[in-house]
């Protein structure tokens, strides 16, 4: 039977393969995860609609301008509460996702 599945090209997911799967998907997400906080944070990144924070848009009034002449005055686009509120939520995400997954590997695979 083993000698069929190798000349077929199927081969069984061992438990090594899930673990190890497991382990480097909750790795990346975390990487991905302090990408876009420090992305948030420094301004590079385009918010939806629903991440931003809706204020009041008030008009700034004309004065002279402290930039020099071949400056542009910035506009600080970085977002502390944004990146706060996902950096709050994945410290209480992954770890309870990767505690449920190790759970089910262990029920599913050692149980």
Known sequence: ??????????????????????GIITVGLALMETVVVNSVLRGNIIMPSFCKRHRPRVEPTPGPSTSWAEDEETVDTSSPETADKIDFFSRILFPISFTVFVIGYLLHYVG
């Open 1 to 22: 039977m083993a000698n069929n599945r190798m000349k077929l090209g199927v081969t069984e997911v061992r438990a090594e393969d899930v673990w190890m799967c497991g």
